[in-house]
């Protein structure tokens, strides 16, 4: 496993506020405290910086389990905000699908449904002024749903479902049709279900992300900025 680097830096503007990111910030403030190695700190920073996201914002962070491999994840507002603020975005419609209690398929707009229709599936579509047809995207419920080690949803998924099998479509679809703008941009929701995790202390441990500016130690501002391709893997 590499070790980190301490006097890596990466810098870039965000308009007019500079992002700087080295492997204590991150460590300290992206990752909850989890260990990451060099090549996973150079992968997040190089994702931030070629997206122009802040992570301060939560618009991006690690998702770290004991020694597996890190998640970069990136948050869904973020995904849609760079969609929306495309020059060809068209507009989307995304739902839920639903099947009856006479057993036929039904996909329908929006989250509602009824207590004796089950949620098996959710979908997208997303256009482009200039493409003739929208992206569209279908996710299984049981395919996508994060589950806990011992197979039960975990608590955002059984109890919202509806909302969290929409989210995941439409984020799908969207980074399907902006990849140019998108690619390498994993939802949250997307990522690691909860039994791949076996080093996970707590639901709220992979998804709560401590305020920077709450944090009572000081950040050393005095780092030397170095080349990140010098930086060995």
Not at 44 to 56: D, G, H, I, M, S
Request: with cysteine; glycine share 6%.
């Amino acid at each position: 496993m590499s070790q980190l680097n301490e006097k890596a830096v990466v810098r870039y503007n965000i308009g007019d506020t500079e992002i700087k990111l080295t492997p204590k910030i991150v460590t300290d403030y992206l990752t909850n405290g989890a260990n990451i190695t060099m090549p996973e700190f150079k992968l997040f920073t190089e994702l931030c910086k070629a997206r122009k996201l802040n992570p301060f914002l939560k618009e991006a962070y690690i998702i770290k389990y004991g020694n597996n491999p890190a998640q970069i994840v990136v948050g869904k507002d973020a995904i849609l905000k760079r969609a929306i603020n495309h020059p060809q975005f068209d507009g989307r419609e995304q739902g839920i699908i639903v099947q009856k209690p006479d057993g036929t398929i039904e996909e329908r707009r929006g989250t509602f449904h009824l207590p004796d229709e089950a949620l098996v599936g959710g979908w997208a579509k997303v256009y482009r002024k200039d493409w003739h047809h929208p992206t569209y995207i279908t996710v299984s419920f049981d395919e996508v749903a994060q589950r806990k080690g011992n197979g039960e949803l975990n608590s955002n998924w059984a109890t919202k479902g509806a909302t969290m099998v929409e989210k995941v479509a439409l984020v799908r679809a969207l980074r399907e049709t902006f990849v140019e703008d998108l690619g390498g941009m994993i939802d949250e929701d997307e990522a690691w279900k909860e039994d791949a995790a076996p080093h996970k202390q707590s639901e709220q441990h992979a998804v709560s992300q401590p305020d920077p500016f709450q944090q009572a130690a000081p950040i050393d501002a005095e780092i030397e900025e170095i080349d990140m391709n010098d930086v060995p893997a």
